[in-house]
């Protein structure tokens, strides 16, 4: 049973409410002058140069995405129409390269060659650059019944070293032509989010999929890179109002220019600069409109908006994806991965999307290779700086100790989401490839275990030497923290069946025997040396070592994770504890009218 389940309905209900045409017939075709007209059978796609006029409009055969290149002192697709809604900025779509402080693009070269076929369209002749060491391209059009391929040929004449590249770079009409983004590494890009001239943010990945949820359209772009070369996208907000999605290929991952950075605030020059060999780039752009709601249709939901849950989870589950082998929660603006949340996994469940699941499993990996030490101790932070870092404890990866103290609920929290992915993909070897890592994790805290109790001990002693312990990291919990010692109880639960998928049922027995001391301790009344207090029927945040209870006030993190991480199984505590807060809850007038 998952969490959201033992909350009330109201509160649920309110959650779900976050905020987040019909199709018209394609007939701006006949609006545009034709000659020479190349038409393929019916359903196919088809290819109209204007007549008279350095102009060629591509349509697939539904009529579903139409794109006019205009090549006339230029090479750009000027016009994207996507089910009957023109998409494009000024001045649309084009190619080129920055360097020594400009760019140099299509948007002004000399008219290039365009030969029309049955269902193709070349363009060769594509110059850019200083005379001499110019950049050729040729460009091929496909039409097919559903979608239209663009092949983008570079050849670089020669060595140099490009401070940006536009891959070609995508202007859309403004901020509000897109919803936002869904990438093919898991997150998104949310449009809201790039709210001021020139903020930016860039990841790597390849397929993106962008998206309006008020009038239906999607446009998914899906490249396909030739072996050796890596691809990264830049999103920015232009001075004009132009939603600009910049794409680059290079031979080598492109790395941020600023520290870790993938968003910056006021500018756009977010990848170093990188260097090209006299070389021949190939790529291939699939290009396909689609219906949003049919490409990302949620089911029927009971009582609740099914519209509003695909919307929450396209955009505030996905934004804690920050780039491949990243994956968080506080999202790719204010740049924070918290290795003490365990929820992860059970995002990739909301959300059912290989995309994002196979993400988690490569950061999983690489927060077992770079943030867990050969002591054991996961490091609770990943961030683009050292900003709120303990001094001496931010690698060169990313992660460290929070300056707030040691948070130890990192340790279950890196079990939970690896135990829970596993669930969640049944993938057996990469499990395996995660068993020493995780046990090596919660032996790390099983040491840190109080006389045989089964209750785990924090870095300090009491709340007066102000240092954190857990994800409330700016509370003092100290030594016995009830919310540490739960989400210990829920990895080793986990844990011990991960053991038994691996074959090693004495890991098994030992954790499952260590639970269960926890589960009995943590249970007793706080008279006993336990967390639970009879008087108020709820559980207390933490223990000092002189005995000292604090946090005796219905901490909800304390006592909702005791319920859902099974610690708590008592259905009369279960009740008196959602009971009080439903209560609390009226008292202080929180979602009227749910």
Known sequence: MSWASHLPQ???????QVSSCRWILFSLLVAWPVVGRST?????????????????????????????LNFDGCCVLDQIVVRGHE???????????????????????VTPDVVAGKDTLTVTGIK???????????????????QIV????????????????????????????????ILDNGGVVWSKYLDKTNTTYGAHFGMATFWNSQSGECLRITPRLPRGQFGAGR????????????YSISGEELKPKYSLRRFLGNRQDLWSPFHVKPSEVSVEFTLKALDYAG?????????????????????????????????????????????????????????????YISNLSKCLDYERDHAVGTDGRVKSRWAYDAGDAMPGTFDPPGFYEAQWGYLLDSQPDFVINVAEQFNLTGDRQWLAGQKSTC?????????????????????????????????????????????????????????????????????????????????????????????????????????????????????????????????????????????RTENEMQKEGLFPGH
Not at 55 to 63: C, E, F, I, N, S
Not at 128 to 146: H, L, M, R
Request: with cysteine; glycine share 10%.
């Open 10 to 16: 109201a509160f649920v209900k309110a959650v779900m």
């Open 40 to 68: 393929v059978a019916a359903g196919q796609g088809e290819i109209h140069p204007a007549a008279g006029k350095k102009l060629v409009t591509l349509a697939d055969g539904q009529g579903q995405l139409a794109l006019r």
């Open 439 to 579: 046990e090596k994790v919660l032996d790390f805290l099983m040491r840190r275990e109080v006389a045989n109790s089964g209750l785990v001990a924090m870095a300090t002693d009491s709340c007066k030497e102000q240092r954190g312990s857990d994800w409330i990291d700016v509370i003092w919990a100290s030594y016995e923290n009830a919310f540490v010692n739960a989400g210990l109880y829920y990895a080793l639960e986990l844990w011990s069946g991960a053991e038994d998928e691996l074959g090693d049922p004495a890991h098994a027995a030992t954790y499952r025997a260590f639970a269960a001391r926890l589960k009995t301790s943590f249970n007793r009344p706080v008279s006993e040396g336990g967390f639970w207090d009879p008087a108020n029927q709820w559980y207390v945040y933490w223990r000092d070592k002189d005995e000292t209870l604090h946090g005796n006030n219905l901490v909800t993190p304390v006592n909702f994770a005791a319920i859902a991480y099974g610690i708590c199984d008592d259905a009369s505590r279960q009740k008196a504890i959602l009971d």
């Open 235 to 246: 999103f920015s907000h232009q001075t004009n109002d132009v939603f600009s999605f910049n």
């Open 150 to 181: 663009w092949r983008i040929t570079r050849k670089y004449p020669a060595d140099v070293t490009l401070e940006d590249t536009a891959f070609p770079e995508w202007d859309f009409g403004s901020q509000s032509t897109w919803t936002g983004g």
């Open 295 to 355: 490409a990302y249709d949620r089911g029927t939901f009971s009582g609740l908006d099914g519209n509003q849950i695909r919307d929450l989870l396209n955009t505030v589950a996905r934004y804690g994806v920050i780039d491949g082998r990243l994956t968080g929660g506080n999202g790719w603006r204010s740049g924070f991965i918290c290795l003490h949340e365990p929820f992860f996994a059970e995002i990739g469940l909301a959300l059912d999307e290989e995309d």
């Open 87 to 109: 998409v494009a900025g000024d001045p649309g779509v084009f190619t080129g390269i920055r360097n020594d402080g400009r760019w140099i693009t299509t948007k002004n070269i």
């Open 128 to 146: 850019f650059g200083q005379p001499g060491a110019e950049i050729n391209e040729t460009w091929k059009f496909t039409v097919q019944s559903n």
